[in-house]
Structure formats: structure tokens, C-alpha cells
Nanobody, 114 residues
């Protein structure tokens, strides 16, 4: 299971930190990360980190968001800085196995608004 937390309302330019806690060793997965879905839009990748520590970011968040992990606690964190209204979405934690089997946590809503 994946348990996401940390969403909320923030003003433009502000920061939020999302956490995804896995109920098992995250090294079981080929990658863990975050996706988001805004109203009327398809779910899109935000950031992922592989079990080798390689990170990948959507172009729209590069330089603003940072994904990291605590392997001892099986937690993956997304630090979001310089948030913009376009970042408003439901954010989903994802874990993907080596055979591309996806596990999803419940979404957490991030709203960027003044």
C-alpha cells in the first residue's frame, strides 16, 4: 500500500512537501514517484526515482520540484517550490515494478491559489 500525505492550499510562489509512505520495502519496485491529474486533463508524470536513485522530472517542474527518498523508512518525498496555479491538481503516488505493474496511492489535492 502507498499512503500519500501533504497536500493543501498554498499561495503562488509558496512551497509544499508531499510524502508517500510504502508499506513494504521500496526496493521491491523499479521506481517510485508522483503523478498528477488536473481537472479535465489526463494524469501526467511529475517525478520519479528509480531503485538506483536516478531521478526523472517533467519539464514543467524541473528546477522547482525535488524528489527524494528515505530507504530506511520506505518514504518518498516530493518537495515543491515556486508553486504556480498550473500546479493545481490531485497528486498520486505511484510505485512500478520491473514488469511495469503499477500500484497507486489515494490522491492528495494540491491547490495553488491566492
Amino acid at each position: 500500500q502507498l499512503q500519500a500525505s501533504g497536500g493543501g492550499l498554498v499561495q503562488p510562489g509558496g512551497s509544499l512537501r508531499l510524502s508517500c509512505a510504502a508499506s513494504e520495502n521500496i526496493f521491491r519496485f523499479n521506481s517510485v514517484g508522483w503523478y498528477r491529474q488536473a481537472p479535465g486533463r489526463q494524469r501526467e508524470l511529475v517525478a520519479t526515482i528509480t531503485n538506483g536513485g536516478i531521478t526523472n522530472y517533467a519539464d514543467s517542474v524541473k528546477g522547482r520540484f525535488t524528489i527524494s527518498r528515505d530507504v530506511a523508512k520506505n518514504v518518498v518525498t516530493l518537495k515543491m517550490n515556486s508553486l504556480m496555479p498550473g500546479d493545481t491538481a490531485v497528486y498520486y503516488c505511484n510505485a512500478r515494478t520491473i514488469v511495469a505493474e503499477d500500484y497507486w496511492g489515494k490522491g492528495t489535492l494540491v491547490t495553488v491559489s491566492s
